[in-house]
T-cell receptor
Framework: KQEVTQIPAALSVPEGENLVLNCSFT??????LQWFRQDPGKGLTSLLL?????REQTSGRLNASLDKSSGRSTLYIAASQPGDSATYLC????????????FGKGTHLIIQP | DAGVIQSPRHEVTEMGQEVTLRCKPI?????LFWYRQTMMRGLELLIY????????DSGMPEDRFSAKMPNASFSTLKIQPSEPRDSAVYFC?????????????FGDGTRLSIL
């Protein structure tokens, strides 16, 4: 059974810093990996999707990498801003034809002004 | 563009009552997912549909839970009878087909409290 772990569970940094969020998964047979952002009381917003054949994806100040063989992904946030404060969730679509996602428990990020 | 629409946003009811959660996926999306989020277990997939057909319901916790998708623009998740441990945020998500490069789009969720 696929398990997804995110480290750290919480992170607080001053504005302007670059930071890295980590995600690991136990079964490397995945179709894709997604990073989501969740704001309090809201649903999830998809940030980046990396297909299993890809190594990284970039969107603005965000860069996500994928090392499928080692079961790891990182989300890099450059020049962090207070508006980046949210919970960041990593999710994988595992192999075997299933289309549902397995989620980590998230990293709660606070950017201090 | 309208996103995934869920109703109600909040539901508070007493244990033993029937609860029905509703979801309208994004138009043109033919895959629909129901998830449940709790502090202890995080986000868990309950069931998903493709072209209105349930594909995988292995995440449905027990027979008290049922889900239907009578047409491409509407799905329900029903709990009968409800119990306090069912209290959680329930999310609906949709995506256009099963391709690997398509992300899931989530609604804002229904916060369910069973007293």
């Amino acid at each position: 059974k696929q398990e997804v772990t995110q480290i750290p569970a919480a992170l607080s940094v001053p504005e302007g810093e670059n930071l890295v969020l980590n995600c690991s998964f136990t079964d490397s047979a995945i179709y894709n990996l997604q990073w989501f952002r969740q704001d309090p009381g809201k649903g999830l917003t998809s940030l980046l999707l990396i297909q299993s054949s890809q190594r990284e994806q970039t969107s603005g100040r965000l860069n996500a990498s994928l090392d499928k063989s080692s079961g790891r992904s990182t989300l890099y946030i450059a020049a962090s801003q207070p508006g980046d404060s949210a919970t960041y969730l990593c999710a994988v679509r595992s192999g075997g034809g299933a289309d549902g996602l397995t989620f980590g428990k998230g990293t709660h990020l606070i950017i201090q002004p | 563009d309208a996103g995934v629409i869920q109703s109600p946003r909040h539901e508070v009811t007493e244990m033993g009552q029937e609860v029905t959660l509703r979801c309208k996926p994004i138009s043109g999306h033919n895959s629909l997912f129901w998830y449940r989020q709790t502090m202890m277990r995080g986000l868990e997939l309950l069931i998903y549909f493709n072209n209105n057909v349930p594909i995988d319901d292995s995440g449905m916790p027990e027979d008290r839970f049922s889900a239907k998708m009578p047409n491409a623009s509407f799905s329900t998740l029903k709990i009968q009878p409800s119990e306090p441990r069912d209290s959680a945020v329930y999310f609906c998500a949709s995506k256009p087909g099963t391709a690997n490069n398509q992300p899931q789009h989530f609604g804002d969720g229904t916060r369910l409290s069973i007293l």
